[in-house]
């Protein structure tokens, strides 16, 4: 859990969340390729408006870029564990806020034991899943 922690923070701070892009649950990456799918059609039918996903996929509460980000230490058990990612401004403390990744067991490879992956993520408010699909509320 720390790692992924670790790789979600580096990712962040780069702006490319690419690395964690095998770390997903087969579920929540069929997800977000549903949504960047539905997304980019919604744009190719008009492309002068800004599509559900034009400021990109929501992987954290708000979509200002955090220059720091600190991970946390994990609570759960075997069946879920939560790592508390620290999104931090260093020119507005003030502004600092905590998200969660859900991490659950995947079994990715057969015989051999489970790995953590990122199902969701807590946010502020809602979760990465919920704003994923209230990103499509008001498109057929």
């Not at 892009?21 to 087969?26: E, M, R, Y």
């Not at 260093?90 to 600092?96: F, L």
Request: glycine share 8%; net charge negative; aromatic share 8%.
């Amino acid at each position: 859990p720390l790692d992924i922690g670790a790789i979600f923070c580096t990712a962040a701070i780069a702006g490319d969340m690419s690395p964690i892009a095998p770390l997903l649950t087969p579920d929540l990456a069929a997800t977000i390729a549903d949504a960047q799918q539905r997304s980019d059609t919604i744009q190719a039918a008009a492309p002068d408006e800004k599509p559900p996903l034009g400021d990109g996929v929501p992987w954290s509460s708000w979509t200002d870029y955090a220059d720091g980000c600190e991970v946390g230490v994990p609570e759960g058990d075997e069946t879920k564990t939560m790592v508390p990612i620290g999104h931090r401004f260093s020119d507005s403390p003030d502004a600092d806020y905590l998200d969660h990744l859900r991490l659950v067991p995947v079994v990715v490879e057969t015989g051999k034991p489970p790995s953590w992956r990122l199902d969701d993520i807590q946010f502020t408010d809602s979760t990465m899943r919920q704003a994923l699909a209230s990103a499509f509320e008001g498109y057929k």
